[in-house]
């Protein structure tokens, strides 16, 4: 769950989610508020329309005769009744008090009162979640005075409470709406991440294998244009690296003609120590620009992809090892098979053995399946590497100090190689010093890798 909301589509998929809720209440109570308006207007007009009919026919109506009128004619919101208590007056008229007077006319004198009804701050029950708490529209007592003299008071008070209805259960609603508005992120939230992980996949491909299939040019405008400039960039980088190689082949090819003559020539010198040191010089151009342009061919991804059986791949090149001499042991069984390009996967396990042997005197390899991976574990018998050094030895033409002599040869391209051709099929080498003594690499190929 909380990688789903780490990701784009998590995030998009929250934001529109909360988006419409938020929306959605806000809508709601600009509803409810609106109607609560429409009503307290409604009801104002109605009192005023009430409280001028019953004042004119109390006012019409007999003093002996008022009471009995008045028992029968008043509601529970608007009210009239004889004063019986003195209560404080205000001198500034209310909204209510003014439009009522101008309907009595002068005949009628009326006089607001400063305290509010008790039934003006009752708790109303809205049935909403967004309604008032309490009633805000007119509520107020107004004194009058009749024609005749008599003073009645005016009480225009809340509403009365709607009746007790069977209490409506809405779970199924709001659960209803709530996978609706859920669905409808998702849905939208996948469709605008979508272009991108295929953009991203897209990406991992070409860093994997520069050959890969160019994008389509589906989708909106801005994602056809943001393929077709990742296309672009695609056959640029595929052309620069063809131009690369073919530089590097033509500069290995064109050196083997001088280099060739200068071996030849060594053979006049007659100093045999210095020839010695003239032709391991030699061999070690040679060897340079023969690695430099296998680093090369290691970044270009031209072999086919293709079923392999890794234990059958393993044992064939520990046994090449142990037929050439070297100290090279094998352990273990994958049990899997994967998908990878045979002759670079060779090359691969080959100049990690090499390291071993060069530095460690010999190899033993151990190979284990975990977790839908195969685990190569190539341990040597060195002296192992300074912690500092362990990142460092995977760049171009680096070696540790120790080991520049000319019995160990070698150029400092060999992990690098090694560590581009396990990228490109979707792995990983990471060195460590083992415990017991020596280096261990450890090389971490996926089970199934969905490169071209």
């Known amino acids: 769950m909380k990688a789903f909301f780490g990701s784009m589509t998590g995030r998009v998929f929250l934001t529109l989610l909360l988006g419409i809720l ?4 806000l809508a709601q109570a600009i509803a409810v508020r609106e109607r609560q308006v429409a009503i307290e207007a409604y009801r104002d007009w109605h009192a005023l329309e009430r409280a001028e009919q019953l004042i004119m026919t109390a006012d019409i109506v007999p003093a002996g005769s008022r009471q009995a ?9 608007i009210r009239i009744e004889p004063v019986n208590t003195h209560l404080p007056t205000s001198v500034t008229p209310t909204k209510f008090m003014r439009a009522l007077g101008a309907r009595l006319g002068p005949q009628f004198q009326l006089e607001a009162i400063s305290v509010r009804p008790p039934e003006c701050d009752r708790p109303q029950n809205q049935g909403s979640l967004f309604g008032p708490s309490r ?3 007119t509520c107020e007592s107004v004194n009058v ?6 003073v009645v ?3 225009v008070l809340p509403p009365r409470p709607a009746p007790n209805t069977p209490e409506t259960d809405y779970t199924y609603t709001i659960a209803l709406f709530l996978v609706s508005i859920a669905g409808l992120a998702y849905f939208v939230a996948r469709m605008s991440t979508r272009p991108l992980k295929q953009l991203a996949q897209a990406a991992k491909d070409l860093g994997n294998d520069i050959n890969a299939a160019p994008l389509e040019l589906t989708g909106t405008s801005e994602i056809r244009q943001a393929s077709a400039a990742f296309n672009a960039m695609q056959a640029r980088i595929r052309q620069y690296i063809f131009q690369r190689t073919q530089m590097l082949a033509a500069i290995t090819h064109d050196l083997q003609t001088p280099l060739t003559r200068m071996r030849l020539r060594l053979e006049k010198v007659s100093d045999p120590e210095l020839q010695d040191r003239l032709k391991g010089d030699l061999s070690a151009m040679q ?9 090369a061919r290691s970044m270009d991804t031209n072999e086919t992809m293709q ?24 352990s273990g069984r994958a049990g899997m098979a994967l998908m990878g390009r045979p002759l670079a996967l060779r090359r691969c396990f080959a100049n990690l053995i090499d390291n071993a042997i060069k530095y460690g005197r010999e190899a033993h390899v151990t190979v284990e399946r975990q977790a839908g991976s195969a685990r190569v574990r190539i341990r040597d018998k060195g002296p192992g590497i300074a912690a500092a050094e362990l990142g460092r030895v995977f760049e171009p033409f680096y070696r540790v100090e120790t080991s520049r002599s000319r019995e160990s040869g070698g150029t400092g391209l060999g992990l690098t190689i090694a560590r581009n051709i396990a990228e490109q099929h979707g792995g990983s080498i990471v060195l460590a010093n083992h415990p017991e003594g020596g280096l261990e690499a450890t090389l971490v190929l996926p089970e199934y890798y969905a490169g071209k």
């Open 135 to 137: 009633w805000t529209g």
């Open 69 to 77: 009128y008045l028992s029968v004619a008043n509601r529970p919101a």
């Open 145 to 150: 005075r009749l024609r005749d003299g008599h």
């Open 287 to 295: 060897e340079m620009v023969r690695e430099g342009l296998e680093l």
């Open 307 to 330: 079923a392999l059986d890794l234990d059958s791949l393993l044992d064939s090149v520990c046994t090449d090892a142990s037929d050439s001499g070297q100290k090279v042991t094998l």
């Open 153 to 155: 008071r005016l009480q």
């Open 22 to 25: 938020v929306s959605a209440a």
